[in-house]
């Protein structure tokens, strides 16, 4: 096994522990230890889990998709990575702020480990130089109460 496969093993084997320790504390009615293990996760290990599957730092962006009288929100994985001409974040910094703003909305609809599981299991790849872009969407299945607080 090469080294990156073994680095990219081991990340998702992070995320995979993180997930399980967040869903045994779900069991607990302790809310200040839920807070705490969603706080552990942060923009830094959103970046090592993007980094980590796809192998290059993609930018992520949410999504609305209108089809047929329904709504629906994405979370995608779009082909522009650190280091790019087209990438739209000024620095390494700029981009960690916008993924700790995407941790921090994922938390607070409870659709974190829910995105996380969906990128781990995912074999599709972003792709640029490709008409249209090929991005990768992960679905996050809200309720249309939800939907309505957020698109409105």
């Given at each position: 096994m090469s080294h990156h496969a073994q680095a990219k093993g081991k990340v998702f084997s992070s995320i995979a522990t993180q997930l399980n320790v967040k869903r045994s504390s779900k069991e607990y009615d302790d809310v200040d230890e839920k807070e705490e293990d969603d706080n552990e996760f942060d923009g830094y290990a959103m970046r090592d889990a993007i980094l980590a599957k796809f192998g290059k730092c993609f930018d992520m962006d949410f999504k609305r998709v209108?089809?047929?009288?329904?709504?629906?929100?994405?979370?995608?994985?779009?082909?522009?990575?650190?280091?790019?001409?087209?990438?739209?974040?000024?620095?390494?910094?700029?981009?960690?702020?916008?993924?700790?703003?995407?941790?921090?909305?994922?938390?607070?609809?409870?659709?974190?480990?829910?995105?996380?599981?969906?990128?781990?299991?995912?074999?599709?790849?972003?792709?640029?130089?490709?008409?249209?872009?090929?991005?990768?969407?992960f679905r996050l299945d809200l309720s249309e109460e939800t939907l309505d607080k957020i698109l409105a």
């Open positions: 209108d089809n047929m009288g329904k709504r629906d929100l994405y979370l995608n994985v779009m082909p522009f990575h650190l280091k790019s001409r087209q990438f739209r974040h000024a620095s390494e910094y700029d981009y960690l702020c916008h993924l700790q703003a995407i941790v921090d909305i994922l938390i607070k609809y409870d659709r974190l480990d829910y995105v996380l599981t969906q990128m781990e299991e995912t074999t599709k790849k972003p792709r640029a130089g490709t008409n249209p872009l090929i991005a990768v969407p």
